[in-house]
Structure formats: structure tokens, C-alpha cells
């Protein structure tokens, strides 16, 4: 992006955000004062919903699925898929997530799959569930826009979910249903093979980077994500939209972490 285009819609989202006003006679960089200034976020050990391995399974067609079993399941049908087609079929197929009961749709990914950004989000809301898409409802249409700002379409980024079905009411989906999408998604992100992820949101962060860590840390950093990669790929987390619907004010760091990720695309060319 040059120079002139990255000024001019830095305006823009800065009109978008009600900042319409010029109060100062000097410009003042704010993106040198509000990087934080501690170096590196508190790498923890990933969190283990998954077990190492999975108890025999009760028999009988009624016999509930053990979480571990959902976990188990999920690896092998993951690893077996070669591409993204056989990999939307597997979960389409899968049983070992009790969310896939209740949603009306699975969702899998929109956008497009060659694109050099992966941006994952947690979970789909009702209109996700409903389209089948993921980032289709209110805080898809913010993420639009922000992408826009820094010259993005859907043709330029592929976006999915941590969570392929939608939690009943919208609640925190379940360690154990967490576990279930989780070998599917590290499989997605194989087969995909972006040059860069954004992660939204702290649970989607903390799970997928495997950090135990504060957003405010970890924001706007880039973290070598390298599961199931043959080398590993920069990951940044950001704040979910959700949460820039629900605090504006943090708008601006956000611009600052897209501006990151559009300096990033730039220098891979
Ligand atoms: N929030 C998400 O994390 N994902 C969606 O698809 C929609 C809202």
C-alpha cells in the first residue's frame, strides 16, 4: 500500500470512527507511544483438552461419546484429509461434536482459500448459522470494513471459525467441544497453507497460538504458529469485532495491528 493510500484510509477509518474533528495544530504519531513496551507475551504450555489417548469407547448405538473420544475421532479424521474438499467432507460426516445437534448449519470457511491471510474467529452466531458462512452477521460486516481500510476483500483473505457449529444461544462453547474442532481446524490452517493467521479474539488466541495470556499482551505481535507446518508461519493475534462493537475505544489499536498486518502483506510481496 503506499504512502498517500495507507494515509488516506487512516483518515477514512478515522472519520468512520467519529473522529471528525482536528483539535492540534502538530500531528502526533500515536502508534510510537501506544506499543506497549513489554517485549514478549507469557508463552505458557498449550492447554491439554485433548488427551494423549482416548478411553475404549461404551458400545451400544445410544452409548454417549466420551469427550476424548470426540477428540480422538477428530484427529484421525482430520489427518486423513488431503485437501480442503475432503477435509469439509470429513467434518460434515463427523459425530464427535454434540454442537453439530443443535446448529442448523455447519460453518466452515468463506473467502478465498488461496489467500495469503487466514483470519479465525471463534464461533458462529445465529446469521453464521443460518448462511452456513462464517463473519456474515454485525461482526463480519465490521470486520469487512476494517479490511476494506487497508485495500482487503473476501477475494484477498480466507476466514473461518475454531468452532465449525454454532453453541446454543451463543454460549462459550465447552472444552471438550473445543477439543472436537480443534485437530480440524490445525488440519484446515495444513491445508490451506496461508503465508500469515490472524487470530480474533483471546480464547481463539490462547487456544490456537497455545498461550495463556491477556489479549492486551499478546495484540498486534506476531507469534510463529507452526502446528502440523512443515515451517512454521507468523501469526497475529487482534481483537474479535465483537469486542470493538462492544469497547470502540479500542479501535484504535486495532487500526494499528491492521496496519501491522498490511505492512506484513506488503513485504511478502
Ligand atoms: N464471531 C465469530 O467469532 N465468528 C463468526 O463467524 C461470527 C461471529
Redesign the pocket.
Known sequence: MTDRRQKLAALDWMVAMGADEAIGEESVDRRKSARPATPAPELAPPPAPVMASAPPRESGPDAPLAPAQGAADAREAAAAATDLESLRAALEKFEGCALKQTATNM?FARGNPNAPVMFI?????AE?DREGL??V?A??KLLDRILSFIGLDDQSVYIT?MIFWRPPGNRSPTDAETAACLPFLRRHIALARPRLLVT??RSTTNTVLGLNSNLNKTRGRWIEYGEGLEAPIPAMPCF?P?YLRSYPAQKREAWMDFLSLREKLDELG
Open positions: 460453518v474467529g471463534e464461533k458462529p452466531g453464521e462464517p463473519f452477521g461482526d463480519g471459525n480474533l479474539g474479535h465483537d
